[in-house]
Structure formats: structure tokens, C-alpha cells
């Protein structure tokens, strides 16, 4: 769900950039406004950002190898993070340098001066229209979240990297329309730069934002608690599973959960009937928390004295006894003598 939906938002946003982007150029060249110079090159690296992010779904579907056995997930983070370094460098900072450069060259815009106007105002029409795709395909798997709270623990990256820069375009065309119609106005070019910074500004922020967010799914996340509470569900609730011992989680990608704990089982007679409660656990795991696809599950024997001791471990055979009556240190002495 969530990657099918990505993909028709980024297929809208890049169709809406690449045509923009077009005519963005047009009115520079026209204009020479600087404001539409740095909605220019925004426009081109956010096409060339939903290109990343198309290339980084693709090559997440490969099937995993013996090099990595846990396949190919995660390269859609990876693409992502590449995502906000473009951003970054060729969208704000290349804003910034603009405004810099314009600042000592305040000319206004003497020649074609509907051009800019029109092509901001159509330019808002089109990014709004992508704006809305992008929220509508959101909606579908964002629940009850916020809208900040789904931009920060969404697994799949696409929407949110889609959603912050098409409001980043969006407001940032708002600053340039502000900036070519105050130079227009009083015809004086440092509000045209003003305008660029604005958009500069902006765009280093989104980049900083994505960056960060991306940065905790590379470095990977476990489950939601909502997930891991239907886990815990999953695991104890059958006759095979006194309790869990302990359990971690990790995210593989954006739909592929994994699954490692150690369980405290019931006794049983032989290792089929121990291989075969496990296997119940697993398909009941399967059942609540479909994207749960890689489990490991070690079975143990709890032991609340240990767990009462405080060594960490809570298992028998996770935590050997000394010989009863010996000290610690004296067992260690005759075990190296």
C-alpha cells in the first residue's frame, strides 16, 4: 500500500516539476529575475529527487544474496538520504549564492515583466495539484497521526520526502511571487534577492529535516508500539510460550520487520512437539503483524531466581550455576587449574 501509493505521488510531483521547471527557465531567461532562477533549479533537483526515489524503489525489489541475505530494503533510505543532500546543495544553497549575487546587482525587471507573474501563479496551480496528490495517497495510511508525527515515523520514506518538498515548493513559489512583485512594484531588485534567500532559507531547512529523519532509518528502527504490543499478543498467546524473555525488533525496509526473541516455553516431550509450537508461534506473529517476515525465536527455560538476581539473563541455560557452595572465584581458580 504504502509503495504503490508513493510511487503515484512521486509520479505526479516529477510530471508537475518537469513542467515547471520549463517554464521557470523561460521566465529567467526572459527576465533575468533571480528569484526565478532559484525556482528554476529548485524545480530541476526536485525532478531529479523524484527520479532518486523512483531508482531506490526499483532497486529495493532485488532479490537478497548470499552478501546480503537480508536483501535490499533499505537502499530506499539510502536514496532517500540522497534525496536531502541534492536538496541541500543544489537546491539551498545555490538559493543562497543567487540572493548573495543579486544583492550587489539590484537591477529590477524591465523587460517582459507579466512573464514571471503568470508563470509563478500557473507554477502554484501545478504544485498544488502534486500537493494534493501527495496528501490524498498520505491519508491513506497515515490514521490518526499528525502530520509531523507521520512525517517522523513513517517507515516508508517517499510520502513524506514527497510531502515536504511540494510544500517547500509551494511556499517557496509564495516567496517568489513576493519577491518579483515587490521589484516589479518599486522596481528595485534587492526585494527579487530578498525573495531568493527566502526560497534559500526554506530549502536548507526541508534538506536539514529530511536529513535528520532519514538518518534514524538508515541507522534502523524497531516496531511501533502499537506493533510490538500485537507481537507480544501473537507470541503468548497459545500454550507453547510461558512468557518472552526478551525481544528486539528491526525494520529490513520500509514493509520487511524482523523479529528475534528468546521465549520461555512450556515442557514438552521431544523436539518435534518443541519445532512445532514454534512454528505456531511464528504463523500467529505472521497473522498480527503482516510485514513481521523475518522471525527468530529461541526457545529457553525461564528461571525467576535469576531474573529476580538481576544478571540481565532470566534463562537456566543462559546463566550456568557455580558448584553449590563454592564461591565464584574459587570455581573460576579450579576450572583454570
Known amino acids: 500500500m504504502s509503495a504503490n501509493g508513493g510511487t503515484r505521488a512521486i509520479v505526479a510531483a516529477l510530471a508537475a516539476n518537469i513542467g515547471i521547471a520549463i517554464t ?20 530541476v533537483a526536485d525532478s531529479g529527487n523524484q527520479g532518486l526515489l523512483l531508482i531506490g524503489g526499483r532497486r529495493a525489489k532485488r532479490e537478497a544474496t548470499p552478501e546480503h541475505p537480508f536483501g535490499y530494503g533499505r537502499e530506499r533510505y539510502i536514496y532517500a538520504f540522497i534525496v536531502s543532500i541534492v536538496l541541500f546543495s543544489l537546491g539551498g544553497l545555490f538559493a543562497l549564492y543567487e540572493a548573495y549575487h543579486k544583492w550587489s546587482h539590484k537591477e529590477g525587471i524591465t523587460s517582459w515583466q507579466w512573464v514571471p507573474v503568470t508563470v509563478l ?3 502554484i496551480a501545478m504544485e498544488s495539484y502534486s500537493f494534493r496528490t501527495a496528501i490524498k495517497e498520505s491519508n491513506q495510511i497515515r490514521g490518526n497521526q499528525s502530520w509531523v508525527r507521520f512525517i517522523r515515523r513513517a517507515k516508508a520514506p517517499e510520502l513524506p520526502v514527497v510531502l515536504l518538498e511540494d510544500f517547500g515548493a509551494l511556499v517557496g513559489l509564495v516567496f517568489a511571487l513576493f519577491g518579483v512583485g515587490m521589484t516589479l512594484i518599486t522596481g528595485n531588485g534587492r ?19 529530511l536529513a535528520i529523519e532519514t538518518k534514524s532509518l538508515l541507522l534502523g528502527e524497531g516496531a511501533e508500539q502499537h506493533e510490538l504490543g500485537k507481537i507480544e499478543q501473537a507470541v503468548t498467546g497459545g500454550p507453547e510460550v510461558q512468557r518472552i524473555i526478551h525481544m528486539k525488533t528491526l525494520y529490513l525496509g520500509p514493509e520487511e520487520l524482523m523479529v528475534a526473541a528468546k521465549i520461555a516455553v512450556s515442557p514438552c516431550d521431544s523436539a518435534e512437539q518443541l519445532a512445532r509450537g514454534i512454528n505456531a508461534v511464528e504463523a500467529r506473529i505472521r497473522a498480527a503483524v503482516p510485514i513481521a517476515r523475518v522471525i527468530y525465536l529461541e526457545p529457553d527455560i525461564y ?26 572465584g574459587e570455581a573460576a581458580g579450579r576450572a583454570g587449574s
Open 24 to 43: 521557470k527557465f523561460i521566465a529567467f531567461l526572459l527576465t533575468g529575475s533571480s528569484s526565478m532562477l532559484a525556482e528554476s533549479i529548485h524545480s
Open 121 to 123: 501563479v500557473l507554477a
Open 191 to 209: 526585494w527579487d534577492a530578498a525573495g531568493t534567500a527566502m526560497i534559500g532559507v526554506l530549502l536548507v531547512t526541508i534538506a536539514i529535516t
Open 303 to 328: 528461571s525467576a531466581a535469576v531474573d529476580r538476581a538481576g544478571t540481565g539473563q532470566a534463562a537456566h541455560t543462559a546463566a550456568p550455576q557455580s558448584d553449590a557452595g563454592t564461591e565464584p
